[in-house]
């Protein structure tokens, strides 16, 4: 904007009125107003009867014409002011650059007198630190460091184990004494003493074990967020250097050797979705414990090797498991597994799933008696409820689905079932946050039973594979992040199933080069 058209201009407001005792006499007004008004047409109207002392009677006629008057005129200003901008513009008049330096500096200037003064949390500080120093040479010692620490909790949780078998295994002996005296010289009371004695013991036990935990979680993350915070500034002096002050100099030299996992049935495939625009995705099928996939150590590397996870954790590339619950959140079964190594990112598992469990009672409980449902549980199947990690080797988000439905264990089911609509919100959230490696169960079973013939196997895995490509069309569809890859999983120790299902996802999607074996 040039400094011309910035500038006002001041024009005349003539207004006659009759006097009260002669209506052919009348009383003429003429006020000077700054074109654009920058006040209130009715503040000037009163400061306008009271300068003058005209009839209050005028007041609305007055008000009337007045704001008619600055309306037209302001009309008449933008106009005029617009026209000569345009010809400046035609004929190469005006000062582009100085225009937008004009309305940079405005710009900023209003933002820092009325924006919110915040800056970055001190979470997405460390996340930024962290992020660069695993993309440097400095993953190597990261990757080290919280070897180091999960070592250091595997074995106090050993420690722990230990000292409640060896106190199970000596209340058992003192309990069968016990119960061999009775009615000699033992009675019934004096066995429900020593059963509240031993329950206490082992609370007392578990409460001790549990804060020593507690407390050294709690300082092997303050030490590790500490220490990279102090690697990140010693990386940007010299980015070609690996951060020399680890907290592996205080550590032992050597990691206790991993024990070999044993081999799996893995097979991959690449198969194109969409009739016009195709996607590729890359599909596995796996047989394992899905469980195995949330563990904070793999025993088929010579190291606790989480490379992959780390470099991906604050990326557009997550990878999720679909973990099916039969509880309440604060007794999914991962939590145990995933407390095995600190968690340095995120809130501690346990803590999450209090949090979601005082979350959700609320709204589900309102849903819930809006459907005039019966269930005592908040949560019912089909309902989702989602942790986070950065210390699992497979996942960095898992999705608990909630299949506490007889009919899920052993009848068949429909494209209807509250566990086939919860992969669909699944897969839908799975798009929208960047997630773009999922892992499910392909039989929503976790484990085998006596029921689950072959014919059973195959219908189920059938009808899921069948819905979730369904799902990936859809969201494929609605935009967001495409589900590049896809872990299918059956329980372990089953070829000939293994085998069946193989052929079975061959004929439900289209291949687009050949079955690769592992």
Not at 42 to 54: A, P, S, T
Not at 271 to 291: C, E, F, P
Not at 384 to 402: G, K
Not at 466 to 493: H, I, N, Q, Y
Request: hydrophobic fraction near 35%; proline fraction near 5%.
């Amino acid at each position: 904007m040039t400094t011309e058209s910035a500038q006002k201009v001041t024009k005349t407001f003539n207004y006659s009125f009759p006097t009260c005792t002669n209506k052919d006499v009348f009383f003429k007004l003429e006020v000077p107003v700054d074109i654009p008004y920058d006040g209130s047409s009715g503040e000037l109207v009163q400061r306008i009867i009271k300068m003058f002392r005209i009839p209050v009677f005028l007041e609305d006629e007055l008000n009337e014409k007045l704001s008619h008057f600055i309306s037209e005129e302001t009309k008449t200003f933008h106009n005029d002011r617009d026209e000569k901008l345009i010809n400046q513009l035609k004929n190469g008049e005006l000062n582009l650059e100085g225009i937008i330096k004009n309305w940079e500096k405005s710009f900023k200037d209003n933002v820092l007198e009325y924006a919110e003064q915040k800056g970055s949390s001190d979470e997405e500080v460390f996340a930024a630190a962290y992020h660069k120093l695993v993309h440097s040479p400095a993953l190597d010692t990261i990757m080290q460091v919280e070897s180091s620490y999960a070592n250091t909790v595997m074995s106090m949780i050993d420690s722990r184990d230990d000292d409640t078998k060896k106190l199970t295994q000596r209340q058992t002996e003192e309990m069968e004494e016990k119960m061999r005296l009775l009615n000699t010289s033992t009675t019934e009371d004096d066995i429900n003493a020593l059963a509240a004695k031993h329950f206490e013991e082992q609370s007392v036990t578990s409460g001790r074990w549990e804060s020593q935990l507690d407390a050294l979680r709690h300082a092997q993350r303050a030490e590790h967020r500490a220490w990279i915070m102090s690697a990140i500034d010693d990386y940007q002096l010299n980015e070609n250097a690996t951060p020399s002050n680890s907290p592996l100099c205080t550590l032992p030299p050597e990691l206790p050797p991993a024990v070999p996992a044993p081999p799996r049935l893995e097979e991959s495939f690449t198969i194109h979705l969409g009739s016009q625009l195709k996607q590729t995705h890359n599909i596995r099928l796996l047989a394992a414990d899905i469980l195995d996939l949330c563990s904070v150590n793999r025993g088929d590397s010579g190291t606790w090797s989480r490379v992959q996870p780390a470099l991906a954790l604050y990326s557009s590339e997550l990878s999720g498991v679909v973990l099916l619950a039969e509880h309440a959140p604060e007794r999914s079964p991962l939590a145990e597994r995933a407390r095995r190594a600190t968690e340095h990112h995120f809130p501690d598992v346990h803590l999450q799933l209090r949090d979601i469990a005082d979350k959700v009672k609320e709204p589900a409980e309102a849903r819930n008696k809006a459907r005039g449902s019966s269930r005592s549980r908040a949560l019912q199947p089909g309902d989702v409820f989602i942790s986070r990690h950065s210390n699992l080797m497979d996942a960095h988000v898992v999705y608990h689905l909630l299949v506490d439905d007889d009919n899920i264990n052993s009848g068949d089911i429909t494209s209807r079932h509250p566990a086939i609509l919860g992969l669909r919100n699944i897969l839908k959230s799975a798009s929208c946050n960047d997630v773009t490696s999922l892992a499910i169960p392909l039989l929503l079973r976790h484990d085998f039973t006596e029921e689950m013939t072959m014919s059973w196997c195959l219908r189920r895995a059938e009808l899921v594979l069948k819905c979730v490509k369904g799902f990936m069309l859809e969201t494929s569809a609605a935009g967001g992040t495409d589900l590049r890859t896809l872990t299918v999983l059956l329980p372990a120790a089953a070829p000939q199933l293994f085998q069946a299902s193989g052929q079975l996802l061959t004929s439900i999607f289209r291949l687009a080069s050949p079955v690769r074996h592992h």
